[in-house]
């Protein structure tokens, strides 16, 4: 297949590369930095500015694969930083869309990336696992926001909405929190933990849906071989667990204690808007079509993780954190 994928630098995009590569695919990389793109990837992919994009026929490209979009957990959510994650989003959709638009005869499907945000946050009482989960047909107050994640979710998909009424093919795939060891998420946790600084934030229940990084590329590579299938996708592990039943899996790999309670008002002092939403907050998510259209979790449950975790962490010492 001939492949744009947009947004290639970062955390998702670096990990899926290297396996459509090895699949044969011939890819092209969009970005604003074609040095770092040829810096990070080599010269088996072929990097193109923004501009550029639009000497590329739409007609010649089998599917387009859209990650681009500020980083939401890096930094504080100041104005200026939010406003940069949003446009961001929608102005990357927009310039998609409008290449897509061109074509003559051939459509390219678009993978567009978003995220569970764009559910809602639920509330952080009780067992997160009796909560019901939000699935692919669960409702969307579009136009209605109840938080920030879900005002740049909704902006983000709405700005596929074009290119759906051309009847181009469009698959949202919603991304849950995505985990690697040494990367993302877990490269920030790493140190704290690795010190016996891990800690259960606020009363700990709040909804943590996950995805490993293998399932989530594994899933992307399961979208492109079905192209009929579009619309959203949940992209999260079966299991939903809580913040602090993570927090001790990722302890326990680490062989190390979690003792540590950090209350709701340090988490807000410190962290404000984004520490409420991302810290203390959460979604309930169930990849339901995906699992009914066949794709199987390698990484499923805390059991599932807790495995890969120990073979990664488990060898840290008082001396050592790598």
């Not at 290449?99 to 809602?120: R, T, V």
């Not at 790999?253 to 939403?277: C, D, H, S, Y």
């Not at 390698?298 to 001396?319: Q, R, T, V, W």
Request: proline share 6%; glycine share 8%; aromatic share 10%.
């Amino acid at each position: 297949m001939k492949i744009v994928i947009t947004g290639a630098t970062g955390f998702v995009g670096r990990n899926l590369v290297p396996t459509l590569l090895k699949q044969q695919h011939i890819i092209f990389l969009v970005g604003r930095n074609i040095e770092k793109i040829y810096k990070i990837f080599g010269e088996n992919i072929k990097a193109l500015t923004w501009n550029q994009l639009e000497k590329i026929p739409p007609d010649d490209i089998d599917a387009v694969i859209n990650l681009a979009g500020e980083n939401i957990g890096d930094g504080l959510w100041t104005k200026a930083k939010k406003a940069r994650i949003k446009t961001s989003r929608i102005n990357a959709a927009n310039q998609i869309v409008k290449w897509a638009l061109s074509y003559q005869q051939k459509k390219p499907h678009i993978y567009n990336a978003s995220a569970i945000g764009i559910y809602g946050l639920q509330n952080n009482s009780g067992n997160p696992s009796v909560i019901p989960p939000f699935i692919e047909t669960s409702p969307i107050p579009f136009g209605q926001p109840t938080d920030f994640l879900s005002e740049v979710g909704q902006a983000w998909e709405g700005a596929l909405k074009p290119a759906i009424e051309a009847d181009i093919p469009v698959t949202f795939m919603r991304f849950a929190v995505v985990l690697k060891c040494k990367d993302g998420i877990l490269k920030k946790l790493e140190l704290p933990y690795s010190l016996g600084l891990g800690s259960i934030l606020g009363n700990g229940q709040q909804p943590f849906t996950w995805i490993h990084i293998d399932d989530l590329i594994a899933g992307i590579h399961f979208l492109l071989t079905h192209p009929e299938i579009i619309g959203p996708i949940n992209f999260s592990a079966p299991e939903c667990t809580s913040q602090k039943a993570f927090a001790k899996t990722l302890a326990s790999a680490m062989n190390r204690p979690l003792i540590i309670k950090t209350p709701n008002w340090v988490v807000k002092t410190f962290f404000g808007q984004m520490g409420e939403e991302l810290l203390l907050k959460g979604q309930h998510v169930a990849p339901q079509r995906i699992i009914e259209l066949g794709f199987k979790f390698n990484y499923a449950d805390l059991n599932a993780l807790f495995g890969y975790l120990k073979s990664e962490y488990g060898h840290i010492d008082s001396g050592n954190t790598h």
